[in-house]
């Protein structure tokens, strides 16, 4: 017999406003990103952000590390996505955004990621009607509905908001253990012995060796997968007999 389960699911959410344009950002799973994503398109935006700021705070202090950044996320978040790369990536975000403003509401995807270790902040532009998607695809900036500054403003907000949350995050808790790896990289990141690391390696020789170093005290990057949660999860509210 066919029966129609309804299951309630949690969603993080978060309403800002910056210069009276009220902002939304909701947390989205796999499915719903890569089906949003097949009906949009990147907004290739040079910003003030990336180019006179973000990239060039490097040496800057306040700036996260990615162990900081990783843990951060997942506090204001969840958990990662599993969708990326593992070979240059270590950890995907994807999101709703929808801009109110008096004119209309818009929506946008923002996919906050790490490729080689940088932390990256990507918009795109979501067309309800897939017949509504440019055929020449310019890679330029919606202006009527997210101008250039609106967007260097919104990746500010946002940059600062998650430094600023771990500063909160640092000041109540200390992080479990844990261990990440980019191979592209030779890259490995993490927190041991109540530190924040990160360590980038001449060659594959000196990085293996680093992972197996960190393998003899309990702590490995790739994570065996269990499933059992999951099919729990899915059987949990079928209706008994």
């Known amino acids: 017999m066919r029966q129609v389960v309804r299951q309630i699911k949690e969603r993080v959410k978060?309403?800002?406003?910056l210069e009276t344009i009220k902002y939304e950002l909701l947390r989205l799973d796999d499915y719903e990103y890569r089906k949003l994503q097949d009906n949009s398109i990147h907004i290739k935006d040079y910003s003030t952000f990336y180019y006179n700021g973000y990239?060039?705070?490097?040496?800057?202090?306040?700036?996260?590390?990615?162990a900081q950044a990783f843990i951060t996320l997942t506090w204001l978040f969840g958990n990662s996505s599993d969708s990326f790369?593992?070979?240059?990536?270590?950890?995907?975000?994807p999101f709703l955004l929808t801009i109110n403003k008096t004119i209309d509401k818009f929506f946008y995807l923002l996919h906050i990621f790490d490729c080689?270790?940088?932390i990256y902040y990507r918009i795109y532009k979501i067309f309800e009607d897939e017949s509504d998607i440019p055929k020449t695809i310019q890679n330029e900036v919606f202006e009527s509905e997210f101008t250039?500054?609106?967007?260097n403003i919104f990746f500010s907000y946002i940059h600062r908001y998650i430094i600023?949350?771990?500063q909160t995050l640092n000041s109540v808790t200390t992080p479990e253990p844990f261990l990440k790896a980019i191979d592209a990289s030779c890259l490995i990141y993490g927190y041991h012995n109540n530190?924040?690391?990160?360590?980038?390696?001449?060659?594959?020789?000196?990085y293996q060796a680093a992972l197996q170093?960190?393998?003899?005290?309990?702590?490995?990057?790739w994570q065996p997968k269990n499933i059992s949660g999951l099919l729990q999860t899915i059987i949990a509210e079928l209706p008994e007999n």
Do not use: M
Request: proline letters at 2%; hydrophobic letters at 30%; charged letters at 30%.
């Open 14 to 17: 978060f309403d800002f406003e």
């Open 55 to 66: 990239l060039f705070e490097s040496n800057n202090r306040d700036n996260l590390k990615l």
């Open 85 to 93: 790369d593992s070979t240059q990536s270590s950890f995907s975000f």
């Open 116 to 118: 080689k270790g940088s």
């Open 148 to 151: 250039h500054q609106e967007i």
């Open 164 to 166: 600023e949350s771990f």
């Open 195 to 206: 530190q924040y690391i990160e360590e980038e390696y001449n060659g594959e020789k000196s």
């Open 213 to 221: 170093r960190f393998l003899s005290v309990g702590l490995w990057p």
